[in-house]
């Protein structure tokens, strides 16, 4: 399995970022997948999954500023987060829902200035 997110990256509060991930090594098409997050000095936590039928879920933290869709043809996984706020700066990772293993790939940076 590879893990590959992308599109972190510096941005003032109230500004946007989208995030991308693809996933490999898979069935995608038909695997829950979501975007977790990990800020520091904090456990990681799961932000917005989707499932193979399209539905999703947010945490209470990201509802109605982040959305998540996914390309299955290309297996990947989006997030595009709106009105940012410095907390949610974190690396944000994306896997499968529940993962599997204890892998998270690199993950991607973002971090969010007041």
């Known amino acids: 399995v590879q893990l590959q997110a992308s599109g972190g990256g510096l941005v003032q509060a109230g500004g946007s970022l989208t995030l991308s991930c693809t996933i490999s090594?898979?069935?995608?098409?038909?695997?829950?997948v979501g975007w977790y997050r990990r800020a520091p000095g904090r456990q990681r936590e799961l932000v917005a999954r989707?499932?193979?039928?399209?539905?999703?879920i947010y945490g209470d933290s990201v509802k109605g500023r982040f959305t998540i869709s996914r390309d299955n043809a290309n297996n990947t996984v989006y997030l595009q987060m709106n009105s940012l706020k410095p907390e949610d700066t974190a690396v944000y990772y994306c896997?499968?829902?529940?993962?599997?293993?204890?892998?998270w790939g690199q993950g991607t940076l973002v971090t969010v200035s007041s």
């Open positions: 896997n499968q829902v529940p993962p599997p293993f204890n892998y």
């Open positions: 090594g898979i069935r995608f098409g038909i695997s829950t």
């Open positions: 989707v499932f193979a039928n399209l539905d999703t």
